[in-house]
């Protein structure tokens, strides 16, 4: 068994000593507590208020009841709420209780001893305050009173009150009289302290007409009071609508309200009179539903209708209205359903008294209903745990070595019942060591006991295992009820023998190079106790580091590892053995393990794999690393060579040093990694050898550019030029065979870009047009991109981005020619859009005067022409062979060497005029071609759908422009046509080189342009071709 020091037990023998002379009334402790609190809020401290110097854990503190809504720390006895929150109006234990310091909740704490030497068992109750957290309320929104005609001023009105289920100050402290916007308000309110009336003057919603006074009742109540101030005829007004308003006392305060409409009628002029104000009765709980309480009785000295009297409840809870009912005619009070007293002890309303004359007039009586007890409730047992005995399910576990009369459970004993009903007696039957003790010395409450179950004499688990202790109540009512309940007691066997080792020290001898698992020695050790206690588990002190191994239930030392002399040879370890008792006991002995020596080390690298880098391009027979063995042996056994183990013979070992040469150069590119093995072998007899395996990585040196895999320099894209800015023009993308930096491209444009139209990302290759495209920029543009990587010193590769800025691709073969050409051309030379696009502009007046004449001469023409053939003797049309006078198909001649004059009128305008001869086919409105008998020359091998004769680089897609936007069909040429000019020799004179543009619309400068590369370097760059 545990000992205690002198001091120590001098020290609880005072402190219990002080508990058992406490005054009884000190040891009830008395908290306060408001509703709706957080959690975790102090509530008290036991051991402060016990005057216990809590802390040192030997006295422990244990919430045996109220952990519903409390907990307590077990050190320091602080109470404090959990995280359950506290509703004071949802207390069962609360209903009805008008008194703050009367709602409370119950809770006991248990002071324990060392080793639960003692318990003690505390009661307490902390007293829940009430909050504002209920808003007063009418019983209806709508209030409706009748006030007869021609009253007095002053006659006074009784109006229904509200109810609020806090009391006290956050009860109802005021009635408030108000109208709509604009008037002033009339309120009133009860004095709480004097109990008389007091009034607070205003103006209603009814003019001067109502007031509003509060008066206090004796039962503690406020009646709001309607007093009229003026006269009142119902023939000029029938009724008034008021705002009657309620407030409590609340911090904040809570209100509502209701409309109060006053109907006025005529005279009734004698109030109902009850017999009492107050009626009082004692009601037996499980009355049957229908059965009578008591007849409210009312008189009014008025006849007839104003002196009929019915009979409602005023200001009545839930609970009244749901278990009693009221008869409007005769006043009867019954019982509507069963009531139960333990739930409802007291039931406290008020019932109106009210004529039917118009208006009717009311009384009002308080009735008082106490429901008196029987003995229905059979007395309840409930056993439970106390202090650090463990109690699950109706069983206690108690070890064997307790102490007389010390406390294993606490039975608490109860009764819903009241009065003789709920006196209780409780007691132990059977013959068994346990005892009922009361917990308290103070008289509690008669119908709610609590006893601690103490042991009447010593345990003994060898004599007796179990106990079946049955606990019987009976209560005094008659007949008497009783009730039982049982508790198994398990006693438990106590360890209180270690185990022995038959020697302290066990010294053995063994030899190296064992096999993993042999057996080293065995031991024993014996334990006095019984059972479990008795079973014995050997292990080994963990400083063995899983060397050795023991078996837990025989005892026998095996050695896991195989053991090596020259690492260590002598190893001294502590074997343990240990019960299986629920208190562990132990003892232990020393084991020495002295090792026998072996010739058996093996040379040893420093690494099982060792890696080097070296540079490529490294001179041959250059050393690429060094590798380091050693043997844990001596003289000829620590004696080495080095072998490389290899098929290609690339590297040799130099076998004083252990350096490692290569015979050749290495090239990351051809091949990164070369692993092979070294072997060294000692001078033992016989030899032992070891290898390791060697991984020699090439690193990268930058000795590879870059290569631009796409696009390829003769290649091209068309780019209209109604692109956005940010269109992806054209990603260029390249690859480099060395890796890391070495590997890591930028890209940049550096040449070709005059006009800072493109932008490409250094990152990712992607051009993109970043500048909005004009009437200069047509035309075929080549970007030159330089790759560099990143390596020191860098390496970079150039490529040819053509990029073709034009709203279609008409004649790819000139296009293709022309970037034929661009790789012809020194990367100096910028070929980017029209240079000759200003000089244009200022032909554009010149060609716009020749053209105007043209056209004015060619309308004369045709008319003239027309005028002739219309006429009778030209019936027949044109004939093949015969010359005409006019043919409007020549354009007219005129002298290239003068300039043409500007015209002022069209100098702003920036359509050209055109000269070239178009011979086209003429198309249907559809898009389709016109069906002929003859040959079209679209038909002709080598022709294209349109042709230009002279209208070089400059010239519109005339065709297009038929096409799409003329509502007639185009000029076709047939093969009768007279050949004797050379105007109509215009198809076989057209230019190699000529290309053309357009967009579709109506035929413009702005949308019909060629590039500048193909109108400016056709003869630049001939002698280049030509070469």
């Known amino acids: ?102 709602c409370f909740i119950d809770f006991e704490v248990s002071v324990i001893g060392p080793a639960q030497s003692w318990v003690d068992l505390f009661e307490g109750k902390v007293i829940i305050s009430d909050i504002n957290d209920n808003t007063p309320s009418f019983p209806s929104p709508v209030l409706t009173l009748s006030v007869e005609e021609n009253r007095p001023i002053g006659t006074l009105y009784l109006l229904p009150t509200a109810t609020d289920r806090d009391f006290g100050r956050n009860g109802i402290e005021r009635y408030e009289l108000i109208q709509d916007a604009g008037e002033s308000s009339r309120r009133a309110s009860g004095d709480p302290y004097s109990g008389k009336r007091r009034f607070d003057e205003g103006a209603g919603r009814g003019g001067g007409v109502f007031e509003l006074q509060v008066a206090d009742t004796t039962d503690g109540e406020k009646q709001p009071q309607l007093i009229i101030k003026g006269a009142l005829d119902r023939e000029q007004r029938d009724s008034y609508e008021l705002t009657l308003r309620v407030r409590d006392g609340g911090d904040p305060p809570r209100s509502s309200q209701a409309i109060l409409r006053v109907m006025i009628t005529d005279v009734n002029d004698n109030s109902p009179r009850f017999e009492k104000s107050v009626y009082e009765a004692d009601l037996l709980e499980n009355s049957s539903p229908g059965a009578p309480i008591l007849q409210l009785k009312a008189a009014d000295a008025d006849v007839g209708v104003n002196g009929q009297i019915e009979y409602v409840f005023g200001a009545a809870t839930e609970s009244v209205r749901r278990l009693l009912r009221l008869d409007e005619s005769t006043g009867w009070l019954s019982v509507l359903h069963r009531i139960d007293r333990e739930e409802v002890s007291q039931l406290r309303f008020t019932v109106m008294a009210r004529d039917r004359g118009q208006p009717p007039k009311m009384d009002k009586a308080t009735v008082v209903l106490n429901i008196k007890d029987e003995n229905d409730n059979v007395p309840a047992i409930e056993i ?74 010593l345990l003994d688990y060898e004599a007796v295992q179990e106990y079946n202790v049955v606990i019987v109540a009976v209560d005094s009512g008659s007949p008497s009820l009783a009730s039982n309940n049982s508790l198994v007691v398990k006693v438990a066997d106590t360890n209180d023998n270690a185990p022995v080792f038959g020697l302290n020290v066990v010294e053995v001898s063994f030899s190296e190079n064992n096999a993993p698992g042999e057996r080293v020695t065995t031991v024993s050790a014996s334990d006095a106790d019984s059972g479990k206690n008795a079973e014995i588990s050997y292990s080994l002190d963990p400083s063995v580091n899983g060397i050795f191994s023991v078996d837990a239930d025989s005892g026998d030392i095996r050695v896991n590892a195989i053991l090596d002399r020259e690492q260590s040879e002598r190893y001294e370890f502590k074997v343990i053995a240990r019960d ?61 060579s080095l072998y490389v183990e290899e098929e290609e013979e690339i590297f040799s070992i130099e076998n004083d040093t252990g350096t490692i040469f290569s015979t050749l150069s290495f090239d990351r590119e051809q091949k990164t990694t070369y692993t092979f093995r070294v072997k060294a072998v000692d ?42 800015i940010r269109t992806v023009v054209r990603t260029v993308i390249a690859t480099d065979s060395d890796t890391g930096i070495n590997a890591d491209l930028n890209y940049s444009i550096v040449g070709g870009n005059p006009f800072r139209l493109f932008e490409i990302d250094g990152g990712t290759g992607v051009i993109s047009l970043v500048a909005k495209l004009e009437q200069k920029h047509y035309g075929l543009h080549r970007l030159v991109v330089r790759v560099n990587d990143s390596g020191q010193p860098s390496q970079s590769s150039t490529a040819l981005v053509h990029v073709y800025v034009n709203e279609t691709l008409s004649n790819s073969t000139v296009v293709e020619a022309q970037v034929a050409r661009s790789l012809s051309t020194s990367l100096n030379t910028n070929i980017a859009g029209d240079p000759n696009y200003d000089l244009s502009k200022q032909r554009l007046s010149i060609v716009i005067g020749v053209v105007s004449g043209i056209v004015t001469v060619i309308l004369i023409i045709l008319v003239v022409v027309t005028a002739r053939y219309c006429r009778p003797k030209n019936k027949n049309g044109y004939e093949a062979g015969k010359k005409d006078h006019e043919d409007f198909f020549t354009p007219q001649p005129h002298d290239k060497s003068k300039k043409p004059k500007k015209d002022k009128r069209k100098q702003k305008s920036k359509q050209p005029l055109y000269s070239s001869i178009v011979t086209v086919e003429a198309s249907k409105p559809n898009g389709q071609r016109y069906d002929g008998v003859n040959e079209k020359l679209s038909d002709s091998p080598g022709m294209g759908r349109y042709r230009s004769v002279n209208g070089g680089p400059g010239s519109p897609d005339l065709a297009r422009h038929y096409k799409s936007s003329s509502p007639l069909p185009t000029v076709q040429l047939h093969p009768q046509s007279p050949t004797a000019g050379k105007k109509h020799q215009a198809v076989q004179d057209l230019p190699p080189a000529n290309t053309f543009v357009g967009t579709g619309d109506n035929i413009s400068l702005g949308s019909d342009h060629c590039s500048d590369y193909s109108s400016q370097t056709i003869n630049k760059y001939n002698k280049q071709m030509m070469s």
């Open 1 to 102: 068994m545990r000992t205690t020091g002198a001091v120590d037990y001098l020290y609880y023998c005072m402190l219990i000593l002080q508990f058992v002379h406490q005054p009884a009334a000190k040891q009830v402790f008395r908290y306060r507590l408001a509703e709706e609190g957080q959690p975790d809020v102090r509530v008290g401290n036991v051991a402060a208020d016990l005057g216990i110097v809590a802390g040192s854990g030997e006295v422990t503190f244990t919430l045996e009841s109220g952990s519903d809504f409390f907990k307590i720390d077990n050190i320091t006895g602080e109470l404090a709420t959990n995280e359950r929150r506290i509703d004071r109006e949802k207390l069962q234990q609360c209903q009805m209780i008008f008194d703050e310091n009367e």
């Open 384 to 457: 439970r745990k106390i202090g650090r005995i463990f109690l699950k399910d109706g069983v206690a576990n108690v070890a064997e070595d307790v102490v007389v009369d010390t406390p294993i459970a606490l039975v608490q004993v109860s009764d819903r019942d009241q009065g003789e009903n709920g006196i209780v007696t409780c007691t132990v039957v059977g013959d068994v060591p346990f005892q009922l003790k009361p917990a308290s010395e103070m008289e509690g409450e008669q119908n709610k006991k609590k006893y601690f179950l103490h042991t009447s004499a």
């Open 580 to 640: 299986k008792g629920v208190n562990t006991l132990q003892g232990s002995a020393t084991v020495v393990v002295l090792v026998a020596d072996k010739n058996d080390n093996e040379p040893k690298f420093m690494q099982d794999v060792f890696t080097f880098y070296v540079k490529e391009n490294l001179e041959p027979n250059s050393p690429v690393g060094m590798v380091t063995v050693i043997d844990a042996d001596k003289g000829q056994n620590a004696e080495m």
């Open 683 to 724: 001078g033992g007899d016989p030899p032992r050898s070891a290898t390791a395996t060697v991984s020699l990585f090439v690193m990268d040196d930058n000795d590879n550019a870059p290569g631009v895999t796409f696009p390829i320099n003769s290649s091209y894209t068309l780019l209209p030029p109604s692109s956005n």
